[in-house]
């Protein structure tokens, strides 16, 4: 267990003991959940509308959100600016110094935390000069007053570029797309980097994403990171690569890691293979262990790359239950905007170049299509709100009753959750095994976010059987507090 989890188990255990010491212990208090952690990645959210949106994210049972880099960046309207830094002023197209002070303190209060996208193995990969977002100057080498030429790597190869990811030597010292890679062996840059972090944790940030982490050596990253305070939530990007050298578990000294096998095991499962392989993932010496992985269906990078699962699937609902319903890892959900173009930013006033207010696309269900810059705003989804608090419920029980038949695949979280899913096109019918007590309980998957169940539709025989129906790219779940 990472010292962050462990940390948060201990404070659950104080607040029960401090409850029943004040003599004030009930039976809520005795059976209080600790709710399951989940992020979510709200990709290019400008600081207000995360600010806006986080009571939203809290009632809904998240707890974190990812943020995209904060830093100052390079000017454009592609989203990829971003993660370009300029200098380590707090001062991007997303929001001002000011907006993302506020945004955290404010989200903090309404019990949501900020993990900040940490781009910190490199600066530009700009060949003319320029001026970032917060007005810093900069060329290619040369950042005033931040970094000079002797900062950066120079590697060899015939442009300085990663061409050969067999090669560990050149993943790590050589450029990632023409990106200045910065000397993380030294501790002129180490602490320079060090500082920026501290800055972000004096505004109140829970933690970080390590960006491109797989491209500074992991001493490095630890050298960096060396006694950031107990609790901080390390999220490392190191994406298994098919044998390449490099690995995400060589990283886990210095923190958790994002878990790429199991959205690229999901895309796998989408249509036509053998379903009940879902039960294999987590599973297999391709994943980090449990209790340091995140987990995701997809993120900003894969959900361009034409592989992942995205919103532009019917089938996207379904796993990202299933994605909150398995046991393994830390699920990240993520939240973004709709595109037909991998470079398109967020949608901006072109008068002005302000982003555009965010607004939320009313969802009408899984087949929906979205129009390129509308915000899918999956934190709202009444499927997976529901699913949350499916997965509190369903806390440490094992996996149980495993179903699967074509485009069906069942399960239960022993005794107190169950989850049937249809990634196909046709409604589907059965029987199933739900190991919950009998009675009525709502359908997490009938569209509405259940706060109380008071309209049953679903019911459990005193063997613990339901019969029901999956609609076409479906969910169809339940849990104890789903109970009427
Ligand atoms: C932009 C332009 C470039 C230009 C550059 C400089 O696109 O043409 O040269 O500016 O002006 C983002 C964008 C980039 C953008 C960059 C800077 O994605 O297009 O470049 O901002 O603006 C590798 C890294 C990983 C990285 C990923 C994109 O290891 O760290 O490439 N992700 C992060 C961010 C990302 C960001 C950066 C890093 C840079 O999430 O948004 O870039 O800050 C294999 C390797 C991976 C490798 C991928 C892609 O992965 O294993 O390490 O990721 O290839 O090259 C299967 C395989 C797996 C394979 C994967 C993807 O899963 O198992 O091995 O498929 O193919």
């Not at 500082?195 to 940030?205: K, N, R, T």
């Not at 589907?428 to 998957?445: E, F, I, N, R």
């Given at each position: 267990?990472?010292?962050?989890?462990?940390?948060?188990?201990?404070?659950?255990?104080?607040?029960?003991?401090?409850?029943?010491?004040?003599?004030?212990?009930?039976?809520?208090?005795?059976?209080?959940?600790?709710?399951?952690?989940?992020?979510?990645?709200?990709?290019?959210?400008?600081?207000?509308?995360?600010?806006?949106?986080?009571?939203?994210?809290?009632?809904?049972?998240?707890?974190?959100?990812?943020?995209s880099p904060p830093q100052e960046?390079?000017?454009?309207?592609?989203?990829?600016?971003?993660?370009?830094?300029?200098?380590?002023?707090?001062?991007?197209?997303?929001?001002?110094?000011?907006?993302?002070?506020?945004?955290?303190?404010?989200?903090?209060?309404?019990?949501?935390?900020?993990?900040?996208?940490?781009?910190?193995?490199?600066?530009?990969?700009?060949?003319?000069?320029?001026?970032?977002?917060?007005?810093?100057?900069?060329?290619?080498?040369?950042?005033?007053?931040?970094?000079?030429?002797?900062?950066?790597?120079?590697?060899?190869?015939?442009?300085?570029?990663?061409?050969?990811?067999?090669?560990?030597?050149?993943?790590?010292?050589?450029?990632?797309?023409?990106?200045?890679?910065?000397?993380?062996?030294?501790?002129?840059?180490?602490?320079?980097?060090?500082?920026?972090?501290?800055?972000?944790?004096?505004?109140?940030?829970?933690?970080?994403?390590?960006?491109?982490?797989?491209?500074?050596?992991?001493?490095?990253?630890?050298?960096?990171?060396?006694?950031?305070?107990?609790?901080?939530?390390?999220?490392?990007?190191v994406i298994r690569g098919a044998?390449?050298?490099?690995?995400?578990?060589?990283?886990?000294?210095?923190?958790?890691?994002?878990?790429?096998?199991?959205?690229?095991?999901?895309?796998?499962?989408?249509?036509?293979?053998?379903?009940?392989?879902?039960?294999?993932?987590?599973?297999?010496?391709?994943?980090?262990?449990?209790?340091?992985?995140?987990?995701?269906?997809?993120?900003?990078?894969?959900?361009?790359?034409?592989?992942?699962?995205?919103?532009?699937?019917?089938?996207?609902?379904?796993?990202?239950?299933?994605?909150?319903?398995?046991?393994?890892?830390?699920?990240?959900?993520?939240?973004?905007?709709?595109?037909?173009?991998?470079?398109?930013?967020?949608?901006?006033?072109?008068?002005?170049?302000?982003?555009?207010?965010?607004?939320?696309?009313?969802?009408?269900?899984?087949?929906?299509?979205?129009?390129?810059?509308?915000?899918?705003?999956?934190?709202?989804?009444?499927?997976?709100?529901?699913?949350?608090?499916?997965?509190?419920?369903?806390?440490?029980?094992?996996?149980?009753?495993?179903?699967?038949?074509?485009?069906?695949?069942?399960?239960?979280?022993?005794?107190?959750?169950?989850?049937?899913?249809?990634?196909?096109?046709?409604?589907?019918?059965?029987?199933?095994?739900?190991?919950?007590?009998?009675?009525?309980?709502?359908?997490?998957?009938?569209?509405?976010?259940?706060?109380?169940?008071?309209?049953?539709?679903?019911?459990?025989?005193?063997?613990?059987?339901?019969?029901?129906?999956?609609?076409?790219?479906?969910?169809?779940?339940?849990?104890?507090?789903?109970?009427?």
């Amino acid at each position: 267990m990472s010292l962050r989890k462990l940390l948060s188990a201990v404070f659950s255990l104080f607040l029960v003991a401090s409850i029943s010491a004040c003599g004030s212990a009930d039976k809520t208090a005795a059976t209080a959940q600790t709710p399951a952690d989940v992020g979510i990645q709200m990709f290019e959210w400008p600081w207000t509308a995360i600010e806006n949106e986080c009571p939203t994210l809290a009632k809904n049972g998240i707890s974190w959100v990812l943020i995209s880099p904060p830093q100052e960046h390079i000017l454009g309207d592609t989203w990829w600016t971003s993660y370009q830094p300029v200098s380590y002023k707090v001062e991007s197209r997303l929001g001002t110094r000011d907006q993302f002070a506020a945004m955290v303190s404010n989200c903090k209060t309404a019990g949501v935390g900020i993990v900040a996208d940490a781009v910190i193995n490199h600066m530009t990969g700009q060949e003319n000069s320029g001026v970032g977002t917060g007005g810093s100057s900069y060329s290619h080498y040369d950042y005033p007053g931040i970094y000079t030429k002797d900062d950066f790597h120079e590697c060899g190869t015939p442009n300085n570029d990663i061409s050969n990811y067999q090669d560990r030597e050149e993943v790590q010292n050589c450029e990632l797309s023409n990106l200045a890679d910065l000397k993380t062996e030294t501790e002129s840059v180490r602490s320079t980097i060090r500082a920026y972090l501290d800055d972000l944790l004096s505004l109140g940030v829970e933690g970080f994403r390590i960006d491109a982490a797989k491209h500074m050596p992991e001493a490095d990253v630890a050298a960096i990171l060396k006694g950031l305070p107990a609790g901080t939530r390390v999220i490392q990007e190191v994406i298994r690569g098919a044998g390449e050298p490099i690995t995400p578990e060589e990283y886990l000294p210095s923190g958790d890691v994002l878990e790429f096998s199991w959205g690229k095991d999901m895309s796998s499962l989408k249509v036509g293979s053998t379903f009940s392989a879902y039960f294999n993932a987590g599973t297999s010496s391709l994943y980090a262990p449990s209790d340091h992985a995140y987990t995701f269906v997809q993120n900003h990078d894969t959900e361009r790359g034409g592989k992942a699962i995205t919103y532009k699937d019917p089938q996207y609902e379904v796993f990202n239950a299933l994605l909150l319903a398995n046991p393994y890892g830390t699920p990240i959900l993520y939240s973004g905007y709709a595109f037909t173009n991998n470079d398109s930013g967020p949608r901006i006033n072109h008068a002005t170049g302000a982003l555009l207010d965010v607004t939320c696309v009313e969802r009408t269900g899984p087949t929906q299509t979205y129009l390129d810059g509308q915000w899918t705003c999956q934190q709202r989804w009444p499927t997976l709100v529901n699913m949350i608090q499916w997965r509190t419920d369903a806390a440490d029980a094992p996996i149980a009753a495993k179903w699967s038949d074509g485009n069906g695949l069942a399960f239960a979280r022993q005794g107190k959750a169950f989850i049937a899913v249809n990634r196909g096109e046709e409604p589907l019918s059965g029987t199933w095994d739900t190991t919950l007590p009998a009675g009525k309980y709502c359908d997490a998957g009938a569209g509405e976010i259940v706060e109380k169940c008071t309209d049953p539709t679903l019911e459990v025989d005193k063997d613990g059987q339901l019969t029901g129906t999956i609609q076409p790219y479906g969910v169809l779940a339940t849990s104890l507090s789903l109970k009427n």
